[in-house]
């Protein structure tokens, strides 16, 4: 979970910067009336936790409903994983003035689109196989969210609870990292780790 929620502050800074300096002109404005407001405030905060939502690019925002009441943030809709989630409130909390979050928002995966992957004749059961297919989408969101394992360069299978990571990494340290991360996500059992890693081409 450290991992995890170093990785969610890297991408939230990152947002953060977007929302205060692409976003909107009311970034820059003289915001002091707001404080002396209570529902001008709300509204203030509320347009700034949409902002900043709005720009991270693992988020829909759309799907994403935000309520504000005495500084309280009160997030609702729906989300495609318990990492999008997380990282919803994480953006809401750093909001300045935001004293506190609930969140409500409702991890709701795209089932039809798994079943439609599904092959029949496969060996595993429906369940096995939707179980495998959300261990795959945690790893890959893990390598995604990490500073240092680029998720695109790896190719994650995985065949009940056993995951397989093929592709190339940058350097032995991250090849060991990416195993980590991997063994280190629910309903894991065993990973096998047949990762390459990148020639130097300096010499």
Known sequence: MNTLNSSIKKVLKTSLYVAAFGMSAMAFADNSHYDTDDKLKDAWID??????????????????????????VYLTG????????????????????????????VVKEDVE???SAYKEGDERSWGTWYD??????????????????DGLDINVDTMNGEVSLKGEADSAANKDLAEKLA???????????????EADDEG
């Open 113 to 115: 689109m798994k079943k």
């Open 132 to 149: 495998d297919a959300t261990i795959t989408a945690a790893v890959k969101s893990k390598f995604l969210w990490s500073g240092e394992v």
């Open 47 to 72: 347009g700034k936790v949409e902002s900043a939502l709005l720009v991270n690019r693992h988020l829909n925002n759309f799907t994403i409903d935000t309520d504000v009441k005495a500084n309280k």
């Open 78 to 105: 729906t989300v495609k994983s318990d990492v999008d989630k997380e990282l919803a409130t994480e953006i809401a909390k750093s909001i300045k003035g935001v004293v506190d979050v609930e969140n409500k928002l």
């Open 183 to 197: 063994q280190n996500t629910d309903g894991v059992r065993k990973v096998h780790n047949h990762l390459t890693v």
